[in-house]
């Protein structure tokens, strides 16, 4: 007996829709959807284009401020910077594929986001990654760093674009499921502002850049699953990019936008034509025709759903003015990129397909961009929740406080990634004035005008792990620190919100409680929430257990320097410069670095979080970089403030002498090693000047002692403990550990 095919309900898994959404989706049109309409809603409704888990979330957040020109809902947020200027800025994931094929995952997850700025009419003159790895003694490790590292390189540098900084943590959580976390920036005038529209009714819609293949297949339905060992079998849902195609469309959209006769621009990233083109539709509130046959292909045989879905790199929609249609054309045409008309906007509100004379799909436009929402309910783990109440005090102080310095400069999360940046071009365009490694955020001038433009990306997925809410909110206050540190006000942020699977109540309660610790930081500290990404399902099976990553809430930050030459970057300048910590010293090795790496423990609270002492700290910072009292600031962060001052003395190659006045009762270790908010490290040469200064602002600071020598040397009075070691020394255990990994 003949068993019966399985019906399109059956299989609705493989299109990446559960068999409620089918039923949901057959209520809504009446009808039962053919297999291609299915494979849209999938792709549409995916965690990664519908945001189905994590929208309801949004509107927390903050989005909107006088210096936000564009928020959330367009390919990338833009903020005010003056004068005219305006900066698109975006960050997003490109994990799973990353995970899979690092070369080709991390080199188009550069040329995706890229796209969304120039899309925006904005010139892209920066990228940052913030980057998350396993174990760094393992081969898989290894592997995948060299290759997302060799991906990005050869697809920032190709294209011209620099890369101008980032982060880069490991821990085992990530072994499996890397995170390629890609943030871009880019430079526009306030009047060549672009939006992703069809405009009118009547416009047509032109397609342009590379032609579609087969690669990049189900990219979005892949994004939003779990990994398994079964996914190198997936490797076809991985895109492979040209640089130099983009560089040229890039020229070609940018002059098209410059010639007003563009209307709308849309990358083609996820989801391919479908989901740029459906969210063009949505915004006009108007429906579209299209003709699959017109779309320009590179393999023989191509059928709809391939020519839908398809994530091939290098493609975007524009919509003519009208009456300016052959304009555009022409003006493609001397790029030599492929340019095709394929379709056109109706009045009639539906996404509709047609191939070889017939319709193919035919669906409503709303339907196909508002995915269902889940609000579901969190839990804490009660694993985590015992980790973090867990009672440090019987922990022991070890009886080298020197030899931890020595290995905390040494852990790869810490130590210097100059092997990694070397290998990035960050110089191209000659807008960088602040180099990687540097300082505490990255600093590009504005040419012409004066000013400059800072940007970081930041994170400490160890804080979040413990207390998502507090932990969330601390990579905000961290990002605009380092902000401060270079002279930068903080304008803004974007985030990657990279979480485990949603339907694990532990999970969805850590999302929800960084999702609100983002919103309340980020009013607290005026930053709108401009955009951003989500990337869920970051876990894989290894045997029966689900093995989930660390939260990781990317904060990416934007900030503006009024005046480029009043900067400040990280190194000391010179001997019989006075140090002094603005803010209060640490007084818990919760949560730290050095419990971790020293004593193998993630547990303890996060240390308090005071944003109106944040914004103090930032705003002391600012008043004495600006006002010409420091060039020298550093940020305590990882490792806490033995950790920065050896960053400090390491940059500028000249050693230190402080002293550390605390408590008897404080713990050394503590003191040292802590990782407590909201304090910035600052040399001058101008002691009473700074005093009268930090006096007048009402911050809590403390003068450590001067630059100088060849040594780092650290005093702790009250516990009877002196640490020294040669700049030398610090130096060779901080630059070391990158390198080796990379071989």
Not at 624 to 645: F, K, M, N, P, Q
Request: proline fraction near 6%.
């Amino acid at each position: 007996m003949t068993q019966a095919a399985p019906s399109l309900r059956d299989r609705a898994g493989t299109f990446g829709l559960s068999t409620e959404e089918f039923d949901l989706l057959v209520s809504q049109i009446g009808r039962e959807p053919n297999a291609l309409e299915a494979a849209i809603v999938g792709a549409m409704w995916s965690e990664h284009c519908g945001y189905k888990n994590s929208r309801p979330l949004f509107r927390h957040f903050p989005t909107t401020g006088p210096q936000v020109l564009q928020g959330p809902g367009e390919n990338a947020g833009v903020v005010d910077i003056g004068d005219g200027w305006g900066v698109a800025f975006k960050m997003e994931s490109h994990n799973h594929p990353s995970a899979v094929e690092p070369v080709q995952g991390a080199a188009t997850g550069v040329g995706g986001i890229l796209r969304d700025i120039f899309a925006m009419g904005a010139r892209p003159f920066a990228v940052l990654d913030s980057l998350r790895f396993g174990n760094p003694d393992s081969p898989r490790t290894r592997f995948l760093l060299n290759g997302v590292v060799e991906g990005i390189a050869h697809y920032g540098n190709a294209i011209g674009v620099p890369t101008v900084g980032g982060e880069v943590t490991f821990h085992p959580s990530y072994q499996e499921n890397p995170l390629v976390n890609v943030m871009a920036l880019g430079l526009l005038r306030h009047e060549d502002l672009a939006k992703g529209t069809m405009g009118e009714v009547g416009n047509t819609i032109v397609y342009v850049g590379s032609k579609t293949g087969r690669d990049g297949l189900g990219g979005a339905v892949f994004a939003s699953a779990d990994l398994s060992n079964a996914s190198q079998a997936d490797r076809p849902a991985v895109q492979v990019g040209d640089p130099f195609m983009e560089k040229l469309l890039l020229e070609a959209t940018l002059e098209a936008i410059q010639a007003g006769v563009v209307a709308g621009v849309q990358d083609m990233g996820a989801a391919g034509l479908v989901s740029s083109t459906c969210e063009m539709a949505y915004r006009a509130e108007l429906g579209i025709t299209m003709d699959l046959d017109l779309v320009p292909t590179r393999e023989d045989g191509m059928v709809p759903m391939e020519l839908c879905l398809s994530e091939s790199q290098e493609r975007m929609i524009l919509v003519p003015v009208p009456g300016k249609e052959q304009d555009l054309l022409d003006l493609l045409a001397k790029w030599e990129l492929d340019v095709v008309t394929i379709g056109q906007v109706e009045a009639h509100n539906n996404y509709r397909l047609t191939w070889k004379g017939e319709v193919v799909c035919d669906l409503p436009v709303a339907l196909l961009n508002e995915a269902p929402k889940y609000t579901r309910e969190g839990v804490e783990s009660e694993e985590i929740r015992a980790k973090r109440e867990r009672d440090l005090s019987g922990v022991p102080v070890p009886g080298d406080l020197g030899a931890v310095l020595t290995d905390l400069l040494g852990h790869p999360t810490i130590a210097s990634k100059r092997a990694i940046f070397e290998r990035f071009d960050h110089q191209v365009m000659t807008n960088t004035v602040v180099v990687p490694g540097a300082a505490d955020a990255a600093v590009m001038r504005v040419k012409g005008s004066g000013m400059g433009v800072a940007a970081t990306s930041d994170c400490n997925p160890r804080f979040v792990y413990l207390d998502p809410y507090t932990g969330a909110a601390a990579a905000v206050a961290e990002a605009a620190r380092n902000l401060a540190c270079v002279g930068a006000t903080p304008l803004a942020i974007t985030d990657n919100l990279n979480f485990g699977n949603p339907h694990r109540p532990e999970v969805y309660y850590q999302l929800e409680r960084a999702v609100h610790g983002i919103a309340d930081a980020c009013r607290a500290l005026n930053t709108p929430v401009t955009g951003g990404n989500v990337s869920l399902y970051n876990q894989y099976t290894e045997g029966d257990e689900r093995v989930a990553i660390h939260p990781t809430p990317t904060i990416g930050m934007v900030g503006v320097l009024p005046d480029v030459t009043k900067r400040a970057t990280m190194d000391l300048k010179g001997k019989g410069h006075t140090l002094y910590l603005i803010g209060e010293h640490a007084d818990s090795i919760g949560a730290s670095q050095y419990l971790e790496t020293v004593h193998g423990l993630e547990a303890g609270h996060v240390p308090p979080l005071d944003l109106t002492r944040e914004q103090a700290v930032i705003d002391a910072t600012l008043h004495l970089i600006r006002a010409g009292l420091t060039d020298t600031a550093h940020d305590c962060a990882e490792g806490g403030l033995a950790v920065a001052l050896a960053e400090m003395a390491i940059a500028g190659n000249t050693g230190l002498t402080v002293t550390l006045n605390a408590p008897q009762e404080t713990r050394p270790d503590a003191l040292l090693y802590g990782e407590a908010h909201a304090r910035i490290l600052i040399a001058t040469p101008d002691e009473a000047g700074t005093e009268a200064a930090l006096q007048a602002q009402g911050v809590p600071f403390a003068r450590l002692g001067t630059s100088g020598g060849d040594r780092v040397t650290i005093t702790l009075p009250d516990h009877h403990i002196h640490l020294s070691a040669t700049v030398t020394a610090l130096a060779h255990a901080f630059n070391t550990p990158l390198a080796e990994i990379l071989g």
